[in-house]
């Protein structure tokens, strides 16, 4: 399974632009790089997800590198309803969740 | 709508005894799973199930069991043989494997007092 690192925790202010980093160095070439948001007490639900195009929906984009072994997640203006832990999952066996990125959205 | 059904919502039990927790979907989908969600932690995979009547062990199911009976249930017995069983439980379904999206429901709180 790829490994993968996501800070801890990251801050936003309200309206501004979000960049989520992930590094997984140790991704096979066929892994697809899944993104997942977990509101507190709640269930993930699923946010984008790429192979090596960048993609974009109307949740957010996903910038993926041109090596692969890393990726940004992308949230154009932050919302209030957009403070969640993300999680990188570039697995493609069994989506191994690991701990995820904290984001706090300030008003 | 369509989406995932897990009941109870909260659960409160006595060491020792088992517990089943339930799991419907109503979306089609082949894939089925149950992960265990520890505070601050991420999401470990207990079960998962990808056709009706087979499922396989994930990476923590020692103390847990599972059936597939029908393709739109997925139940999660929690036994006396899970040394920790207090934890967020939450079950996801897919269309047909993990590299789909995987739609998940609310999660059950077992709390063992």
Redesign the interface.
């Given at each position: 399974d790829a490994k993968t690192t996501q800070p801890n925790s990251m801050e936003s202010n309200e309206e501004e632009p979000v960049h989520l980093p992930c590094n997984h160095s140790t991704i096979s070439g066929t892994d697809?790089i899944h993104w997942?948001r977990q509101l507190p007490?709640?269930?993930?639900?699923?946010v984008i997800?790429g192979l090596t195009s960048n993609v974009n929906n109307r949740m957010a984009s996903l910038a993926i590198a041109e090596d692969r072994k890393s990726s940004t997640l992308i949230l154009h203006r932050a919302t209030l309803r957009d403070a969640a832990v993300y999680?990188c999952i570039p697995d493609?066996?069994?989506?191994?969740?690991?701990?995820?990125t904290i984001l706090r959205v300030k008003s | 709508d369509g989406g995932i059904t897990q009941s109870p919502k909260y659960l409160f039990r006595k060491e020792g005894q088992n517990v089943t927790l339930s799991c419907e979907q109503n979306l089609n989908h082949d894939a089925m799973y149950w992960y265990r969600q520890d505070p601050g932690q991420g999401l470990r995979l207990i079960y998962y199930s990808q056709i009706v009547n087979d499922f396989q062990k994930g990476d923590i199911a020692e103390g847990y069991s599972v059936s597939r009976e029908k393709k739109e249930s997925f139940p999660l017995t929690v036994t006396s043989a899970q040394k920790n069983p207090t934890a967020f439980y939450l079950c996801a379904s897919s269309p047909r494997t993990e590299l789909e999206e995987l739609f998940f429901g609310e999660g059950s709180r077992l709390t063992v007092l």
């Open positions: 697809y997942y007490s709640q269930g993930p639900e699923y997800h999680y493609g066996n069994k989506l191994v969740f690991g701990a995820g | -």
